[in-house]
């Protein structure tokens, strides 16, 4: 019998990533139903709770991220396009257990599914969309959450009640909708995380609605890469084109309106595609970007 030896660096690899699995708590996801009136159908809504939630009650309550496209965040049997996830509970698990960010609540908010999540996310049509979704109801996203989704969060979970302790996000359309719901509802969001997000949608016209924004949001994270597109080939000197200029664009808005020192991260990363796995791994620098101080 042939003996096959694992090699020395792999095997400790192996040790310490089943190490590292048994050290960290056991995520508590829960997972409800919510009925909308606003959209007339009915979504999951999963809910990552951080760790010894129900053993330690923390009175001034927990801040809360809420996070679009809820299929493709937790588990990749449950993703809708790429069978991949952000990995959201294994990174939020470990940046709380390590004491990097305080204890926060996340709140996947799931699509309407393949076929109608644009008619949620997009506030204007989309003529690159194919095929084209001809009247989208975006323009009703913010209401959703203000009417609908926080509440029903904030009625069963101990979440802080404040602008400042809310954080929306998402990636793509999630992130279009995301930044435009802050922008119409000023009130009710504090930060945002927004991940390739497409700006580009009806000429661009997100960036003109932050040109004009009365208020801004208190933090804003943009991720992006330079390869979006995901060509064969991309070279280190890549720009990024369109993508890359949007994002900048939005962060030269937010500092000439006032937005405050420490106020606005942007990352571009070299080659990175338009995915779940590079939403991932940006994902830690992320949150310890919007909960430094929680």
Known sequence: MIKRLIPLGLLLMIISAGA????????????????????NNTRKIRVLLPPHYEKKRRK?????????????????????????????????????SDRIIGPIIVVGIDNA?????????????????????????????????????IPFIESKYRARKKR???????????????????????????????ESPSFYVSDAKILAMAESAEKLPLKVYLGVGTNEMG???????????EAVSDIRRLGSILK??????GGLKVVVEKCAVHHEDAWAKRLPDALKFLFSTD
């Not at 995520?27 to 959209?39: A, G, N, P, V």
């Not at 809420?66 to 509970?89: C, P, R, T």
């Not at 008619?119 to 913010?142: F, H, K, R, T, V």
């Not at 996000?169 to 922008?183: D, H, N, Q, R, T």
């Open 231 to 241: 060509l064969k080939e991309c070279g280190s000197d890549s720009d990024g084109g």
């Open 256 to 261: 000439r309106k006032g937005l405050a020192d």
């Open 164 to 194: 400042e302790a809310r954080i929306l996000g998402g990636s793509s359309y999630g992130a279009l909708i995301s930044l435009y719901s802050a922008l119409k509802k000023p009130d009710l969001f504090g930060s945002l995380l927004l």
């Open 20 to 39: 590292l699995a048994q050290s960290l708590p056991q995520r508590d996801l829960r997972i409800h139903t919510l009925e909308s009136k606003i959209f």
């Open 113 to 149: 599914g393949k076929k109608m999540r644009p008619n949620e996310y997009l506030p204007w049509e989309d003529e690159y969309l194919d095929p084209p979704m001809q009247n989208p109801q975006g323009s009703l996203y913010a209401e959703f959450l203000e009417k609908e989704v």
């Open 60 to 96: 001034e309550g927990y801040s809360v991220l809420y996070l679009n496209d809820g299929q493709n965040l937790f588990d990749e049997a449950d993703a809708i396009f790429n069978k991949a996830e952000w990995k959201v509970d294994e990174t939020v698990t470990r940046l709380i």
